[in-house]
């Protein structure tokens, strides 16, 4: 019986481990970051300069829109922040940005309230739009929108850098 014991006894051991090891629990958090190249103008005068997407207008504001482009591992239902980065460089407009939804169908959707930069003041920005969607919107598509004024008179264009998304 000892000898039955000290056979069992490593093997159940190693039983134990390898189960262990084979079902590993992902503590890690969940990112994705999407470079404004990745991202479409749809208005305004698109200017691809300095590592950032510029708006080159000097008479209409620029809007961009970015997908997040989802996965069986992060969809859009996983995620807790979204944060827009660039440069603002007027001192008499804000850059603007909010999360926007559309369902499946093409039927409906809608938007998330909107966050700014202040008017006057300009420099690097990093705003951080409420994500408007949830599970209740999980086979909907979503998207970040941002808006960029028009290039000063004094030359100074906005810019957007990028969009990180996290869980």
């Given at each position: 019986?000892?000898?039955?014991?000290?056979?069992?006894?490593?093997?159940?051991?190693?039983?134990?481990?390898?189960?262990?090891l084979?079902?590993?629990?992902?503590?890690?958090?969940?990112?994705?970051?999407?470079?404004?190249?990745?991202?479409?103008?749809?208005?305004?005068?698109?200017?691809d300069?300095?590592?950032?997407?510029?708006n080159?207008?000097?008479?209409?504001?620029?809007?961009?829109?970015?997908?997040?482009?989802?996965?069986?591992?992060?969809?859009?239902g996983?995620?807790?922040?979204?944060?827009?980065?660039?440069?603002d460089?007027?001192?008499?407009d804000?850059?603007?940005?909010?999360?926007?939804?559309?369902?499946?169908?093409?039927?409906?959707g809608?938007?998330?309230a909107?966050?700014?930069?202040?008017?006057?003041g300009?420099?690097?920005?990093?705003?951080?739009?409420?994500?408007?969607?949830?599970?209740?919107?999980?086979?909907?598509y979503?998207?970040t929108?941002?808006?960029?004024?028009?290039?000063?008179?004094?030359?100074?264009?906005?810019?957007?850098r990028g969009?990180?998304?996290?869980?």
């Amino acid at each position: 019986m000892n000898q039955k014991m000290r056979f069992i006894g490593p093997f159940l051991l190693a039983s134990i481990a390898g189960a262990i090891l084979a079902n590993p629990v992902d503590a890690s958090a969940l990112w994705v970051r999407k470079h404004a190249s990745g991202c479409m103008a749809t208005s305004g005068k698109a200017l691809d300069k300095d590592w950032s997407i510029q708006n080159d207008s000097t008479t209409s504001a620029m809007t961009i829109v970015c997908t997040f482009d989802e996965s069986d591992r992060f969809n859009h239902g996983d995620v807790a922040s979204v944060t827009v980065n660039g440069e603002d460089g007027s001192s008499g407009d804000e850059v603007t940005a909010r999360t926007c939804h559309i369902e499946q169908t093409g039927t409906a959707g809608g938007c998330g309230a909107l966050v700014s930069t202040t008017v006057s003041g300009t420099g690097s920005y990093s705003l951080m739009p409420v994500p408007d969607w949830g599970s209740s919107t999980s086979g909907d598509y979503v998207y970040t929108v941002v808006e960029l004024p028009a290039k000063t008179s004094s030359g100074s264009r906005s810019t957007l850098r990028g969009v990180t998304i996290t869980d």
